[in-house]
């Protein structure tokens, strides 16, 4: 089945530390994006890339930092300068024809111990 | 810039009720809308979407008609059931905004039996 995988589902983070969300498609997409959720509220675009070894920062991305090496791969590190870390992420991919939709990943909880 | 505007929730209903969750939008250029649903703990679905002017997206009882003149792509089923219950969000891109996707805040659904 194709699709986005995100791992792992629930994440911990001590203060200080960076942690490495992980984000694989197999559909063959050339864009994809990173968004953090917090309760109650919509979501927001940290990082997207639209090719390989190349990406923007979103609305967001301070404490955020990204790579895209690989065209199935788009990981998403929060580093010790993100000073409110708790969120839901979500990574999404989408197609590089116009008009067409991005499919999403099931999600990270990231929590701090 | 691009914005979406979704009416506040919760929304409850009960089941089998007639549903509508305003959505109106302001976007330069030709944007395509979409309706998302979210379930709790999980990533977003793409419900339906319309690319132009007067399209009408539908699935699983969903509609929503894209109206230019109105700036609104309101999301309605004719008879709700607790499975609805979720989060939809209402979101539009544009390649004047590079292909990303701008999100409305998201309405709460609740549907009892």
């Known amino acids: 089945d194709g699709g986005i995988t995100q791992s792992p589902k629930y994440l911990f983070r001590k203060e200080g530390q960076n942690v490495t969300l992980s984000c694989e498609q197999n559909?063959?997409?050339?864009?994809m994006y990173w968004y953090r959720q917090d309760p109650g509220q919509g979501l927001r675009l940290i990082y997207y890339?639209?090719?390989?070894?190349?990406?923007q920062k979103g609305d967001i991305a301070e404490g955020y930092s990204v790579s895209r090496e690989k065209k199935e791969s788009f990981p998403l590190t929060v580093t010790s300068a993100q000073k409110n870390p708790t969120a839901f992420y979500l990574c999404a991919s989408r197609s590089g024809v116009s008009n067409q939709p991005q499919h999403f990943g099931d999600g990270t909880r990231l929590s701090i111990l | 810039g691009n914005s979406v505007t979704q009416m506040e929730g919760p929304v409850t209903l009960s089941e089998e009720a007639f549903l509508t969750i305003n959505c109106t939008y302001t976007?330069?250029?030709?944007?395509?809308l979409f309706w998302y649903v979210q379930y709790p703990g999980e990533g977003l679905q793409l419900l339906l979407k319309a690319t132009k002017a007067d399209d009408k997206g539908s699935n699983k009882g969903f509609e929503a008609t894209y109206r230019k003149e109105t700036t609104s792509f309101h999301l309605e089923k004719g008879s709700v059931q607790v499975s609805d219950s979720a989060v939809y969000f209402c979101?539009?891109?544009?390649?004047?905004?590079?292909?990303?996707?701008?999100f409305g805040a998201g309405t709460i659904l609740r549907v009892k039996s």
């Open positions: 559909l063959n997409h050339d864009a």
């Open positions: 979101a539009l891109s544009s390649m004047e905004y590079g292909n990303k996707l701008v």
């Open positions: 976007a330069t250029g030709y944007p395509s």
């Open positions: 890339s639209q090719i390989v070894n190349d990406f």
